[in-house]
């Protein structure tokens, strides 16, 4: 038995996804109207947009700054997209404010794993084995790969959990906005200033 798709259930599953409307449809249409399922479909889908997308230069784009109350904290970031279209649409530009305010609250040390100093993931390695030390032999490896790999996530800004939204990484939050706009987006650099450090 099919369940009736009411525009009240599409309405609620684009607030929560950001997805295209005809998509959020397609979606519950899809899963019968199980919502979990259809968010889970709809990430796969935005997985899977985002990824065909990557390859495609993102040259254009926004600058956005982000200063804390009490002018302790800024951050600046440059979100690149495909067009100029784009990068002048409110939805990005909100977006690039809420990476700038996640990278005041978190403070990640960069964008993605790619861009650690391996001399930094070295000296860890050697703190969580010298932590995991008399420890069955079988276990440490998998000890310090899992701690390395928590270091790693935690360090790195694509991977954190967003600070609006913990149930979504930055680079959740990233693929569903391309799959919602249709264009290639990437976080080019950031810079956190904070007083005092």
Request: net charge negative.
């Amino acid at each position: 038995m099919s369940v009736q798709i009411t525009a009240k259930m599409v309405g609620e599953l684009r607030e929560s996804t950001g997805g295209g409307l005809m998509n959020c449809k397609k979606a519950l249409v899809e899963t019968n109207g199980n919502f979990e399922e259809a968010v889970a479909l709809l990430r796969k889908k935005g997985e899977a947009t985002a990824a065909k997308k990557a390859g495609r230069d993102a040259s254009e784009g926004v600058i956005e700054t982000y200063i804390h109350l009490g002018g302790k904290v800024g951050v600046m970031v440059e979100l690149n997209c495909e067009s100029d279209f784009v990068a002048k649409n409110e939805d990005f530009k909100a977006l690039a404010r809420d990476i700038a305010m996640h990278i005041a609250a978190v403070d990640p040390a960069c964008i993605s794993r790619d861009d650690i100093d391996p001399a930094i993931i070295e000296a860890e390695r050697k703190v969580v084995e010298a932590s995991a030390e008399g420890k069955p032999e079988a276990a440490i490896s998998k000890i310090v790969e899992g701690k390395l790999n928590r270091f790693l996530a935690e360090s790195c800004l694509l991977e954190q959990a967003f600070v609006k939204n913990p149930d979504q990484t930055v680079q959740e939050l990233l693929t569903a906005m391309i799959s919602k706009m249709g264009e290639n987006m990437v976080v080019k650099r950031f810079v956190r200033y904070q007083i005092g450090a």
